[in-house]
């Protein structure tokens, strides 16, 4: 079986940086993209937790996201994941755009969702096939 082609971003890269709040807790995002503006790769700065097991977490599920976005993931498989993702940290953001979060990803999936809304919600993509419980495609 061949391995699929992993397509690179290029050394030098748009890219955006947001400051996200939640419950009093900060981060910073930085999300960059290809020439095209595809979304390629994401990381995510918790303030106050450098060297913690919360960062150690975040920038693991951001690199592992990068990673399958430059392997061809689309953006919504992560977003709809993130999506509603409970954690110790939530509530209030102080963003009206973005009221309230569950956790740290459900707050950067809104985010991505109305940053990059045609990635993210899939609109310019084909819909995922659905299996049954037998593992069988039901398209």
Same mark, same amino acid.
């Given at each position: 079986?061949?391995?699929?082609?992993?397509?690179?971003?290029?050394?030098?890269?748009?890219?955006?940086?947001?400051?996200?709040?939640?419950?009093?807790?900060?981060?910073?995002?930085?999300?960059?993209?290809?020439?095209?503006?595809?979304?390629?790769?994401?990381?995510?700065?918790?303030? /106050?937790?450098? @060297?913690?097991? #919360?960062?150690?977490? &975040?920038?693991?599920? +951001?690199?592992?996201?990068?990673?399958? !976005? =430059?392997?061809?993931?689309?953006?919504?498989?992560?977003?709809?994941?993130?999506?509603?993702?409970?954690?110790?940290?939530? /509530?209030?953001? @102080?963003?009206? #755009?973005?009221?309230? &979060?569950?956790?740290? +990803?459900?707050?950067?999936?809104?985010? !991505? =969702?109305?940053?990059?809304?045609?990635?993210?919600?899939?609109?310019?993509?084909?819909?995922?096939?659905?299996?049954?419980?037998?593992?069988?495609?039901?398209?």
């Amino acid at each position: 079986m061949d391995a699929l082609p992993r397509e690179r971003l290029p050394h030098t890269r748009e890219g955006v940086t947001r400051k996200l709040c939640l419950a009093g807790h900060e981060a910073y995002v930085t999300v960059n993209a290809y020439p095209d503006g595809r979304v390629g790769e994401m990381f995510m700065t918790l303030v /106050g937790e450098s @060297g913690t097991e #919360a960062q150690m977490y &975040a920038n693991a599920a +951001l690199q592992a996201a990068s990673i399958a !976005l =430059q392997y061809g993931a689309p953006l919504r498989s992560f977003v709809e994941h993130w999506r509603g993702t409970h954690a110790d940290v939530c /509530g209030f953001t @102080g963003d009206t #755009a973005m009221p309230s &979060a569950t956790g740290m +990803l459900d707050l950067l999936a809104q985010w !991505l =969702q109305r940053e990059w809304p045609e990635q993210a919600s899939g609109a310019s993509l084909p819909p995922p096939e659905r299996e049954d419980n037998d593992g069988q495609s039901t398209d």
